[in-house]
Nanobody, 126 residues
């Protein structure tokens, strides 16, 4: 049974920072591409960031470029999302996802991913 568990969400003031973590059990991530997505109330799930299995390739949504950083520690089966300069519009449930055997590619569509976490709430107050 593959499980992805996110943590690190919470309430923060605008301009603040949070670091989300996603740890996988039941599967090693070493060959998987990983992604972060978010979903705000009444909106569709949207791409935030993705990282290749080597960690050498990353991609970000335009709305978070320069503020968010995705990274991974394959030895710990963990992916991180460092979020700086947070804005109220970043408020959403954040999900991590794994693309099995993703290779060196980046994936930005939810349909590309095989496994999902349960999500962690991030709320940014103005």
């Amino acid at each position: 049974q593959v499980q992805l568990v996110e943590s690190g969400g919470g309430l923060v003031q605008a301009g603040g920072s949070l670091r989300l973590s996603c740890t996988t059990s039941g599967r090693t991530l070493s060959s998987d591409a990983m992604g972060w997505f978010r979903q705000a109330p009444g909106k569709e799930r949207e791409f935030v960031a993705s990282i290749s299995w080597t960690g050498g390739n990353t991609d970000y949504a335009d709305s978070v470029k320069g503020r968010f950083t995705i990274s991974r520690d394959s030895a710990k089966n963990t992916v991180y999302l460092q979020m700086n300069s947070l804005k109220p519009e970043d408020t959403a449930v954040y999900y991590c996802a794994a693309k099995a055997y993703g290779g060196s590619f980046i994936y930005t569509r939810p349909v590309d991913y095989n496994y999902w976490g349960q999500g962690t709430q991030v709320t940014v107050s103005s």
